[in-house]
């Protein structure tokens, strides 16, 4: 039977997550009115959140004159190519810590979580020099390579905290059936840790959507420019065109909220259970 809450209580409940939604979602909200205002609204003196008139002149520039679609595709393909080696060799990895007999496997996971310690800008210069050698710049395998070096920690220790709440008796059952190594990975552990997955693999994508420092370094060109890289490639030297740029922006997160809103279980199991050892 549940306990009844004092109104009191439940007032500041409601009235705490309204502020917080407030607080997270204002600047978001702001910015899709911003896309649907034309530029001499924005520059009034008394800006309104309502667009008055309604426009999609912003969203026209942001695709066809500044060809918003080819850094949104770059995109793509940098972020579910990061993703997908992420998933995979941070799986390895924490599927052989924690399931297999390793010697030293928490010093292995600190040395692994020490690379995400260092700050970028420490790193673009020294990573430049090697893009640079290797004939690596403007290419998707620069940043491919560099976001995967940058993800991997986090995917690492998040699937290894999960598998180790996985009860051991489920590895003796399966080897005793005659499963491999291997298929005790690919048939047991993986399915059986799909909220994990999921929210590495999320963490993992948003990070490499919206890295912005190294693909301002490895790339030049519109062919290889990410989101981010473009999106500030939209002002110039006498004029910052802040519709158009509130349009991309709004292009660009709305998918992010879509994905995290509908893995948002998966992802808070995903998160909670990684931290409980049975």
């Known amino acids: ?9 439940s007032f500041a409940i409601y009235l705490g997550a309204f502020l917080i939604l407030v607080w997270s979602g204002g600047p978001f ?10 530029d001499k609204m924005l520059t009034s003196g008394s800006p309104s959140l309502i667009p008055r008139p309604f426009t999609l002149e912003h969203y026209y520039n942001a695709f066809v004159e500044k060809e918003l679609h080819r ?22 990895a924490a599927f052989a810590l924690s399931r297999l007999n390793v010697k030293g496997r928490f010093g292995i996971l600190m040395v692994i979580l020490s690379v995400s310690m260092f700050p970028q800008i420490a790193l673009v210069g020294p990573l430049y020099l090697v893009a640079t050698n290797l004939g690596l710049l403007d290419t998707y395998t620069a940043l491919i390579i560099t976001y995967l070096a940058l993800g991997l920690p986090l995917v690492t220790w998040v699937l290894f905290g999960y598998f180790e709440t996985l009860p051991r008796e489920i590895d003796e059952a399966a080897r005793m059936d005659g499963v491999s190594i291997p298929g005790l990975l690919w048939h047991i552990i993986l399915p059986m840790s799909l909220p994990s997955l999921v929210t590495t693999g999320l963490l993992a994508f948003i990070s490499a959507w919206n890295e912005f420092l190294f693909a301002l370094a490895f790339t030049s060109n519109i062919d290889r420019q990410t ?12 004029y910052v065109p802040w519709g ?35």
């Open 71 to 92: 850094y949104v595709w770059n995109s793509l393909v940098v972020s579910l190519s990061t993703t997908f080696l992420c998933l995979v060799v941070g799986s390895l």
């Open 244 to 278: 158009d740029i509130a349009a991309a922006s709004a292009v660009v997160t709305v998918p992010l909220i879509v994905l995290v809103l509908f893995f948002q279980r998966h992802i808070i199991e995903g998160l909670t259970q990684g931290g409980i050892k049975e």
């Open 1 to 9: 039977m549940k306990d009844a809450r004092p109104p009191l209580q």
């Open 227 to 238: 989101i981010p890289v473009g999106i500030a490639n939209f002002t110039n030297l006498y």
């Open 29 to 38: 909200i702001w910015q899709f009115s911003t896309s649907f205002q034309l």
